[in-house]
Nanobody, 124 residues
């Protein structure tokens, strides 16, 4: 069973930064678009960011300018650098992989593989 392994979550204060990591099997990392979603308590799972190797990333409007997705091809790892964190960023963050086209990257149902999630809490 394919495993995507997230790490890096934690408790931070508003305005702080945090970097999430997601390690994937090589054949998944190289052939799929890698993405981040998040789910707050009682809410649906929402798209955050996605990137396929060699293409421009895609971001949700709510994180544009604050979050950056990047890939380390040598380590088969995708990162989510989160700056200027706000309390509304509090959620479980999930790593995911898909082969769907760019216009569908925001759709939860288009993703084939998921990690177990890592909690990010932004609170003073």
């Amino acid at each position: 069973q394919v495993q995507l392994a997230e790490s890096g979550g934690g408790l931070v204060q508003p305005g702080d930064s945090l970097r999430l990591s997601c390690a994937a099997p090589e054949h998944i990392f190289r052939g799929y678009t890698m993405a981040w979603f998040r789910q707050a308590p009682g809410k649906e799972r929402d798209f955050v960011a996605a990137q396929r190797s060699g293409t421009y990333p895609l971001y949700a409007d709510s994180v544009k300018g604050r979050f950056t997705i990047s890939r380390d091809n040598a380590k088969n790892t995708v990162f989510l650098q989160m700056n200027s964190l706000k309390p509304e960023d509090t959620a479980v963050y999930y790593c995911a992989a898909t082969r769907t086209i760019r216009s569908s990257w925001r759709e939860v149902g288009r993703y084939d593989y998921w990690g177990q999630g890592t909690q990010v809490t932004v609170s003073s």
